[in-house]
């Protein structure tokens, strides 16, 4: 029984020092490190409560001075390490409350919040829920509808679709975000990510869409980019019917998601995204990238070693850099950043081992080098990729500033309305 516990103790103490310290590099292993230091890192309470039923059980069935061998000993010092590093973990997690606070405070100003529409404040400072924490993994609310599976593109052997989420209120005229799933413009699902956000904004008045592309190595870069504009289409034409007002309308996405969003946010109206509906427009009022790609030229050589290039190479843009760099640079929102980008609110972990988290520093700074608007950076300690895709402690406090920063930006785009109506009755 001794060695059981020592092994599951030596197990329970390696998770905790590999979310602690993930291997940035070694490929083959940055995988499934990366699994295992995700899952503790935003999950360290419920960590902490198997490590204490193991060891409680140990306790309870051990033969009388069990605990006096090495093997127990060595197991009750792991499990205590562990704790304490669970325990960082979390003091960390928490710490996403004031980064989020601070950078919307840099951007915006320190009185941002007083600028919010009292109907929209009423619902910033909602608390996470007692079954948030209880079942991370399930991520539902009662006041919120899913619509699912909406066509809205007719492609080359597929019909996308998109789900809708939305208030069971039936509100008219709800600001819109459009969410895009990552995966490595390979994999992934629109089921599936961004539904925290999502979840929270949709319960709070808003209309959510959550809409699907085509994925390589079928699909060719710039074919993901065309579908999520094509989504756009879809909001501004059908939004109205359920419940969204589409000429307010931000983007957001995760990972190959974000590099999507940043870059639909910042090829407004190009017609070369657009092939068909040209004429369609296709500006967003703001837009939210998590954990991003930016650059599909590492400039910077944040990238290193890894895999980047060749998969762009391969997969995405099926054309070598060396043979056609323009291509890979008007895929990377770095290379199409604009004085009128609308605000950004770019959110990065400081622990994400698959996307570097310089490569969302430099396009935070270049970016801010020549934008009008607001460009908000929040790096969240200790966060890795991907960490947002259930209800953790982080997930909460990132989207409740994810909330009050698009808050901010609807708010200011109906005073500037209002006033435009205004003028707009006086000169009639």
Not at 257 to 281: I, K, M, R, S
Request: one cysteine or more; aromatic letters at 10%.
């Amino acid at each position: 029984m001794s060695w059981v516990f020592f092994a599951a103790a030596l197990a329970g103490a390696l998770f905790t020092l590999n979310a602690l310290r993930p291997p940035h590099r070694f490929w083959l292993v940055q995988g499934p490190a990366f699994f295992a230091s995700w899952l503790t890192g935003e999950l360290a309470p419920q960590h902490v409560l198997w490590q204490a039923a193991a060891t409680a059980a140990f306790l309870i069935t051990s033969k009388p001075g069990a605990v006096v061998g090495w093997q127990g000993r060595a197991a009750l010092g792991l499990v205590a390490l562990s704790w304490v590093g669970l325990a960082w973990l979390h003091v960390e997690s928490r710490r996403a409350r004031t980064t989020m606070e601070g950078a919307l405070r840099e951007a915006l100003g320190d009185d941002y919040r007083g600028t919010i529409g009292a109907d929209l404040a009423a619902s910033l400072d909602e608390p996470m829920r007692v079954r948030q924490r209880l079942a991370p993994l399930l991520v539902r609310d009662q006041r919120v509808e899913r619509i699912a599976n909406l066509p809205f593109y007719e492609t080359p052997g597929r019909t996308l679709k998109l789900d809708v989420y939305r208030s069971r209120a039936r509100r008219e005229r709800c600001p819109v975000l459009l969410q895009i799933h990552g995966g490595g413009w390979i994999v992934g699902d629109k089921n599936t990510q961004g539904l925290p956000l999502m979840t929270r904004l949709a319960a709070h008045g808003w209309v959510c869409v959550a809409a699907s592309y085509r994925l390589s190595p079928k699909a060719t870069f710039p074919d993901h980019l065309i579908d999520v504009k094509a989504a756009i289409r879809w909001i501004r034409e059908h939004g109205a019917e359920y419940g969204a007002d589409p000429d307010f309308l931000v983007i957001s996405g995760g990972s190959a998601g974000g590099h999507l969003a940043a870059l639909a946010a910042l090829t407004p109206n190009d017609p070369e995204y657009q092939p068909g509906f040209e004429d369609v427009d296709t500006r967003v009022q703001a837009c939210v990238p998590f954990y991003g790609i930016y650059d599909f030229t590492d400039r910077k050589s944040h990238w290193g070693k890894s895999l980047l290039i060749p998969i762009l190479e391969r997969y995405i843009l099926k054309r070598r850099i060396s043979e056609d760099r323009a291509a890979f640079e008007r895929a990377s929102p770095m290379s199409r950043v604009r004085k009128d980008a609308p605000p950004f609110l770019v959110i990065h972990g400081s622990r994400d081992t698959l996307v570097p988290v310089d490569d969302a520093r430099t396009f935070v700074e270049l970016l801010r080098a020549v934008s009008s608007e607001p460009v908000a950076y929040a790096e969240l300690p200790g966060a890795q990729h991907a960490f947002e895709v259930f209800s953790s402690e982080r997930t909460a406090h990132a989207v409740s500033g994810v909330e009050r920063f698009l808050d901010w930006v609807y708010s200011r785009w109906r005073r500037q309305r209002e006033k435009a109506a205004e003028a707009s009755a006086e000169a009639s």
